[in-house]
């Protein structure tokens, strides 16, 4: 075995590798770009690396860079992980050259099964089944239309050089052919470089199926069974499971047999996946099934084959990559109960799925399952990688106890910070069609339910507004305990809520970073909360954070703050520092004095219009100057009430 491995990766597969290769005795070195400084990748490992700045292409994908890092380290192996230089012929070769193992397959393996469509041919002379279509070097429009024709619709246009669900688009008529084409070759250009493209057949509710293989450099290949990789967003997957529903071990030997000839066929070492698309129209048949890619590298979702199959893939990979045998034959190969994996994304199912970054404010995950992760509390989600947080794999006796697991581990995940899709997985796990085995790749565009609406929470804003005045009490009474001549806090006023006697206050919140408004009334119990006329949530959890309170309540987010000028309530105050009237009303009273000093969000004053109190919040900290009103009297919309002066 290697004495020490480089690991040219970050995030929670770095953790995941470093793992197997403490356990097998290696010393680990990590690399890190700048905005990794502290990752957890970095500290896990016995050793690690600066290689650039925070973009990929400056850091993390410079060949260069890493091989120098393996240099002065002694590094004995580079393990990619996958995405960055895993997949990299040139990267390959580069650390032979510098005398250094790549844990991977060799180069010409890479290549070989670099490009869709050569990959294709390739495996169509080696007799592995292959979606019909156009796969030449033909490129022009008028020709790959006429193909598609013969092809028949729908079809999908796909990029040679492909990867990620990208440069990628269905056609579902001819007069949408050329657009499309126009389209995914533009997508193609700019993110691969490369514009080519192939057409092929759209198979029918399409279930992506997938072998995982293994081959040592002594010509031995064999497969680990399958995964069934079919609930998707955007052509990229959300779940994945091993085995897969309705597989049944002759189809599992029929397809596991294509795969080991695809790795036979380019000479193949190492982990390797070949994906093939399935008609699941009525159910995985002999026959139904063809080629589409090869990965050749690990997969983000191996924890499921790990889990029915009691092997460390990883390890193998360091095995083979150090001149080992295969360590079982192709009968010795276990299929134990049923695993399924959830990639828990920072982003934003119910707005397109969009990314979110920022700090985690809060991360954890229940016992039971397995997390593979690279970030902890306090970590952030940066703009520059792969929004991933973690991934959860369950593993239990049947398909159903797994899926339930895994919803109920889910369902106990602390994440608040960036928004999650926690939701949608635990619905994912529990959606009855997809329970009962029933579905395909379009599975979640079919269901938009399952998004969960873009419409604010409002019982667990409630919930934030509640905690937001707790805390105010907490601090009022804080401030009432300390010396009379200290200077006055922000909250020594909030008897606003109180004096006037009006029995509902309103106030400004920001719901989401949007302006809204929580009513708060004073009976016998203590303040009771309402938001658009929704009651305080009894069933979510709230993360107090320095700068807002995080609601969490069934997967979803809910981020509740004071209205601070500057967003909410930008109409009643201007750039000048002039406070003004956002309404018709009464001054209930002013909470600051000629001459005082305020702070960012420091409450300066209470109005009341319609029986509703509204709070008039400091912009900036300053000195109030210029007071123009008194309590008790009656001002109109936009009138100015004072000035606050900012500091120098
Ligand atoms: P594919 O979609 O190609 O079948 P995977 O689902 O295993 O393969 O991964 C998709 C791609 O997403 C990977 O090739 C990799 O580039 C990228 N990726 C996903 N998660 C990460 C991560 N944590 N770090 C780096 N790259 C990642
Ligand atoms: P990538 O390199 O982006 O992973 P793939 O060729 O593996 O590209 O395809 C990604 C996904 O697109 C598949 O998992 C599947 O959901 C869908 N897909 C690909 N080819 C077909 C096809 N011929 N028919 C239906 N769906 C397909
Ligand atoms: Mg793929």
New binding site residues.
């Given amino acids: 075995m290697f004495a020490s491995v480089l690991i040219a990766n970050r995030g929670e597969i770095a953790c995941r590798i470093a793992r197997t290769a403490k356990r097998l005795g290696m010393r680990t070195i990590a690399v890190y770009s700048e905005a990794d400084r502290d990752a957890l990748h970095v500290r896990l490992c016995d050793e690690a690396h600066p290689i650039g700045p925070p973009p990929a292409a400056e850091s993390y994908l410079v060949a260069g860079r890493i091989i120098e890092a393996a240099r002065k380290s002694g590094a004995r192996c580079i393990h990619p992980g996958y995405g960055f230089l895993s997949e990299n012929a040139e990267f390959a070769e580069a650390c032979a050259a510098a005398g250094v193992v790549f844990v991977g397959p060799p180069p010409a393996a890479i290549r070989a099964m670099g490009l869709?469509d050569r990959a294709k041919a390739l495996m169509q002379k080696a007799g592995v089944p292959v979606?019909p279509g156009y796969h030449g070097d033909k490129q022009d429009a008028a020709f790959l239309k006429q193909k598609a024709q013969e092809i028949g619709y729908p079809v999908?246009i796909?990029a040679v050089a492909?990867?990620?669900?990208?440069g990628?688009r269905r056609v579902e008529r001819p007069v949408e052919f050329e657009a499309a084409l126009e389209s995914a070759q533009r997508e193609a250009k700019s993110s691969f470089g490369d514009a080519r493209v192939l057409v092929?057949?759209?198979?029918a509710a399409?279930r992506?199926i997938e072998m995982q293989v293994f081959a040592d450099s002594h010509g031995n290949a064999i497969h680990l069974n399958e995964r069934d990789?079919s609930l998707?967003r955007r052509?990229q997957k959300v779940i994945e499971e091993a085995p897969a529903p309705g597989m049944s071990a002759a189809l599992r030997a029929a397809m596991g047999g294509a795969a080991v000839k695809a790795a036979l066929a380019v000479g193949y070492a190492g982990a390797g996946t070949v994906?093939f698309?399935a008609d699941g129209s009525s159910g995985l048949k002999p026959g139904g099934y063809w080629f589409?890619?090869m990965n050749t590298r690990l997969q983000v979702e191996h924890p499921v084959t790990e889990a029915i199959t009691g092997l460390d893939l990883v390890e193998w990979q360091f095995r083979i990559a150090s001149g080992e045998k295969l360590p079982l034959t192709q009968a010795q190969v276990p299929v134990q109960g049923h695993a399924v994996e959830a990639r828990i994304y920072a982003e934003d199912p119910a707005r397109g799925f969009l990314p979110s970054t920022g700090t985690l404010v809060a991360l954890q995950f229940p016992d039971g399952v397995r997390v593979d992760t690279g970030v902890e509390q306090g970590s952030a989600i940066s703009p520059y990688y792969d929004p991933m947080i973690a991934k959860m794999i369950a593993h239990g006796p049947s398909r159903d106890a797994a899926l339930e697991q895994l919803a109920s581990a889910l369902e106990r995940t602390v994440a608040a910070g960036p928004r999650t899709n926690l939701a949608l997985l635990t619905a994912l796990c529990r959606a009855a069609d997809f329970r009962s085995g029933v579905f395909d790749?379009s599975f979640i565009d079919r269901n938009p339910a399952l998004l969960g609406g873009a419409e604010p929470d409002s019982a667990a804003a409630a919930f934030g507004a509640a905690r937001l005045i707790e805390q105010e009490r907490a601090r009022i009474e804080q401030n009432l305990s300390r010396a009379a001549d200290e200077p006055r806090s922000p909250w020594d006023a909030t008897d606003g809520f109180q004096l006037s006697g009006a029995r509902v206050t309103a106030l400004p919140i920001l719901l989401d970073g949007e302006p809204a408004e929580a009513r708060v009334s004073y009976g016998r119990n203590g303040p009771a909360v309402t938001v658009d006329g929704e009651g305080s949530a009894a069933d979510a959890t709230a993360i107090e954070a320095a700068d807002a309170i995080y609601v969490l309540r069934h997967g979803r987010q809910t981020i509740v703050r004071h209205a601070e000028a500057g967003s909410g309530d930008a109409d009643h105050t201007d750039g000048d520092g002039q406070i003004k009237a956002p309404m018709h009303g009464k001054v209930l009273a002013l909470l600051v004095g000629e001459g005082d000093r305020v702070e960012k969000g420091q409450r300066l004053a209470v109005i009341e219009a319609m029986k509703m109190e509204h709070a008039l919040t400091a912009r900036r900290p300053g000195r109030v100057t210029g007071i123009a009103v008194a309590a008790g009297q009656q001002v109109a919309e936009g009138a100015r009430l004072m000035i606050i002066e900012g500091e120098a």
């Fill in positions: 869709k979606v999908l796909k492909g990867g990620g669900g990208k990628m092929e057949k759209y198979i399409p992506h990789c998707q052509h994906e698309i589409m890619e790749t």
